[in-house]
């Protein structure tokens, strides 16, 4: 499949695309917002196009053409304010959706969400913004028509991967990003993953014997 990375120079988008990269089961394009980025990305030999999720949906329509799947990695971060977790983490991620839509050939959509983003009940007052976009950009996309995996992962950390992941009655934990890189690879163009949302912590089972 041709994979459309969309927040490739985030600190999971990274490993993602050097995860697909070095599989060679897909071919990748990653999309970053600058110009140095797409530099670097070209220089390391990575397919690579400017997007800003900030900017208008015909133009990521372009962005994507000749794409099968797109992967949406991208985030406003922890150092930025509500207005841009309703501008990237939600009206970003339903641009990319209406994109993908318009596209007409994208067979699958992977969301990278957050643990507890179905559940109001679950979220702390200092996170309601996040999980809002979080809740709404996955309720969007599985109302797309588009066939989709949401990802949830708990909290994230910089630990080493460790191939090994629990996705069954998870309730709380933490995950390295490595790992969530390495699962979202696994079930990119995966027919079992399709219209499902997955909780994704640290666990005992090896990510290729989930899904
Ligand atoms: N932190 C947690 O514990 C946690 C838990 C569960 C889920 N998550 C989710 O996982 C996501 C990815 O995590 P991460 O650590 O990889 O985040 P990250 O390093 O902050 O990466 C986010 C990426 O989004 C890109 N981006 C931001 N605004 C953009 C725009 N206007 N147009 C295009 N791209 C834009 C950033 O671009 P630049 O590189 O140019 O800044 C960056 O590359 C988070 O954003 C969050 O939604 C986080």
Redesign the pocket.
Known sequence: MNVFV?????????QLVERLKQDGKHEVTA????QE?LDEFKANGYQVVL?????DVETLKQAMSGMDAVVF??????STGAD?TL???LD?AAKSVEAAQANGNIKHFVM????KAEDRSAWPDSMKP?YVA?HHADRLLEQSGLDYTIV??????DDAGTGKVNVDNVSTG?IP?AD?AAFLAHVIGRQEAANKAIDLVKGDTAIEETI
């Open positions: 969309i927040g490739a120079n985030g600190q999971i988008g990274k999309m970053v917002r600058k980025q997007g800003d999720l900030e900017g990695a991208a985030g406003s971060g922890g841009k501008l990237i983490d970003g990278l969400s957050a643990l996040y979080k949830r992962p708990g909290a994230l950390t933490e990003r969530v």
